[in-house]
């Protein structure tokens, strides 16, 4: 097994575990004493889904997204009710994908499609993707441990821009996040600067972006990078 392959085993391992108490992050799920703590602690969860929205827009009539690393599907359902025609959410996690999928029975979003596998796809299930208007990597660069193979992969299935959230370094929460990840025998975490964004999104073929530094839960990037026909 490659170190990317095993970083990706053992990322769908903790997600899949992990995919319930993720999902009671949104939607005013949790109790009282939990919101005040994830709103202190991690606020950049709300304040990217809000920023992503805002980017595409209230009405997506007409127009197809892709969802990668979408997790138990709230972006997805979102670009639903918005109009999507099609959207497609991809996870490793296939406990994840299971909760997607239930949610978006129950939701009646016939527009939504759930695939469990690892991006950059390895099998045919997933190399067949085809481009879409936009794409979403929403808390997933964090366990990416090639990135460059995942830009470039996603650069040619986007039509329009993409927008993706890389994780900052902080001086204290990065070492703190990573070696919580390592004591509780969880995947690697990785973190990024300004310069490196550029630069991964320059090489993957990206034309102009548009950063925005959150500062606050650690800080984070939040970028649209638009296909090079859209710059
Ligand atoms: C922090 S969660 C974010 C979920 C969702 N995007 C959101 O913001 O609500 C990160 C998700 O990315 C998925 N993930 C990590 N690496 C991935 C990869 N290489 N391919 C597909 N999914 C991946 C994990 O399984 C997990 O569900």
Known sequence: MTPDHAQEAKAGEFFSGFAAKWDSLYGGKR????????NWLR???QERYQLTFERLGPDLRGQTVLD????SGIYCFEAARRGADRVVGIDL???MISLAR??????GLAACEFICAPFPPRDSSTKRLDSFDYA???GVMDYVADPAAFLSALRPLVRKFAVIAFNAHHWFRAP???????LLGRCEVYTYDEE??????????FGKLDILRLYHSGGSYIVTAYSRQQS
């Open 176 to 182: 703190l996040r990573y070696y919580r990840y390592k």
């Open 43 to 45: 606020r950049d969860i």
């Open 31 to 38: 109790n009282l004493f939990w919101r005040l703590l994830d």
């Open 196 to 205: 490196q964004v550029r630069g991964l999104l320059a090489k993957a073929g």
């Open 102 to 107: 239930q949610d978006c029975s129950r939701l």
């Open 93 to 95: 996690a296939e406990g």
């Open 68 to 71: 990668i690393g979408c997790g």
């Open 136 to 138: 979403i990597v929403m």
